[in-house]
T-cell receptor
Framework: GDSVTQMEGPVTLSEEAFLTINCTYTATGYPSLFWYVQYPGEGLQLLLKATKADDKGSNKGFEATYRKETTSFHLEKGSVQVSDSAVYFCALSRYFGNEKLTFGTGTRLTIIP | NAGVTQTPKFQVLKTGQSMTLQCAQDMNHNSMYWYRQDPGMGLRLIYYSASEGTTDKGEVPNGYNVSRLNKREFSLRLESAAPSQTSVYFC????????????FGPGTRLLVL
């Protein structure tokens, strides 16, 4: 079945450091790929998405590129801020009359000033 | 426009008690979902509803029932709570279209003693 594997956390970085959170997936066909973010005490919200191979999703300085050859969708940001502290979830979806999301386990990111 | 709302925010139950988690959305979405979030396991789909009057099982439906009361509301019921159901529960909604984003509520934290 479908699965998503993402980098174990927690990850702690200093402000302005470069961020990479790795995500790889297993799925047949051509899934859509997502990064969701969960800020403390809140629900998940979409950060970015990519719907086909070589697409790059971007938002709030974060980027991820859909790499079909390596089945990866790594999240990157050039200079992180304290406000980026959150839990990040990689997910994939395939359409079966409804979008069914399969999530990774989440990576907790803490940015220290 | 409140998005997806959930009640209650927090609940403590004793083993064997029952309760219903409420979810409502005001975005005119057809599809609604219930997930549970457990440490180290990401989010797992419990049930989903493609439209008013239809519901389907997800990955972990045992011990739960759902009702799609109308287009806006989708409730999750625990008939006889067990400690294994201690979790954070998220409701989500989306349009029933390919690659459509899911929008999440703030979650309900449930503790079963």
């Amino acid at each position: 079945g479908d699965s998503v594997t993402q980098m174990e956390g927690p990850v702690t970085l200093s402000e302005e450091a470069f961020l990479t959170i790795n995500c790889t997936y297993t799925a047949t066909g051509y899934p859509s790929l997502f990064w969701y973010v969960q800020y403390p005490g809140e629900g998940l919200q979409l950060l970015l998405k990519a719907t086909k191979a070589d697409d790059k999703g971007s938002n709030k300085g974060f980027e991820a590129t859909y790499r079909k050859e390596t089945t990866s969708f790594h999240l990157e940001k050039g200079s992180v801020q304290v406000s980026d502290s959150a839990v990040y979830f990689c997910a994939l979806s395939r359409y079966f009359g409804n979008e069914k999301l399969t999530f990774g386990t989440g990576t907790r990111l803490t940015i220290i000033p | 426009n409140a998005g997806v709302t959930q009640t209650p925010k927090f609940q403590v139950l004793k083993t064997g008690q029952s309760m219903t988690l409420q979810c409502a959305q005001d975005m005119n979405h057809n599809s609604m979902y219930w997930y549970r979030q457990d440490p180290g396991m990401g989010l797992r789909l419990i049930y989903y509803s493609a439209s008013e009057g239809t519901t389907d099982k997800g990955e972990v439906p045992n011990g739960y029932n759902v009702s799609r009361l109308n287009k806006r509301e989708f409730s999750l019921r625990l008939e006889s709570a067990a400690p294994s159901q201690t979790s954070v529960y998220f409701c989500a909604s989306s349009y029933p279209a390919v690659q459509e984003t899911q929008y999440f509520g703030p979650g309900t934290r449930l503790l079963v003693l």
